[in-house]
């Protein structure tokens, strides 16, 4: 069974940028989709960016389109979101796991993520 250990997070300024990481173990990533989701306290989980594993298609919800970027490193069996222009709305605890991506359209996901990492963004 795949495990995933995200890190990366921490407390950041609204403008700021953090870059998250997320290590596989278990079996290779090879050419499958993979994702970020993040939940806030109260809230429920929603799907942030997905890659597909065969030519990179990527989905970004809207409200991190063009501030996020999902990218894999499939010899290091990891997966990065660089976060840039932070808004407090970002808030929240960031997993990773692979996931179905739609590239363009959206993400859904069986539920198998880490124990997450937690993003502040707060003056």
């Known amino acids: 069974q795949d495990q995933f250990a995200e890190s990366g997070g921490g407390l950041v300024q609204p403008g700021g940028s953090l870059r998250l990481s997320c290590v596989a173990s278990g079996s290779t990533l090879d050419d499958r989709a993979i994702g970020w989701s993040r939940q806030a306290p109260g809230k429920e989980r929603e799907g942030v960016a997905c890659?597909?594993?065969?030519?990179?298609?990527?989905y970004y919800r809207p409200s991190v389109q063009g501030r996020f970027t999902i990218s894999r490193d499939n010899v290091k069996n990891t997966v990065y979101l660089q976060m840039d222009s932070l808004e407090p709305e970002d808030t929240a605890v960031y997993y990773c796991a692979t996931v179905d991506c739609w590239p363009d359209i959206g993400m859904g996901w069986q539920g198998d993520w880490g124990q997450g990492t937690q993003v502040t963004v707060s003056s």
């Open positions: 890659m597909s594993g065969r030519g990179g298609g990527t």
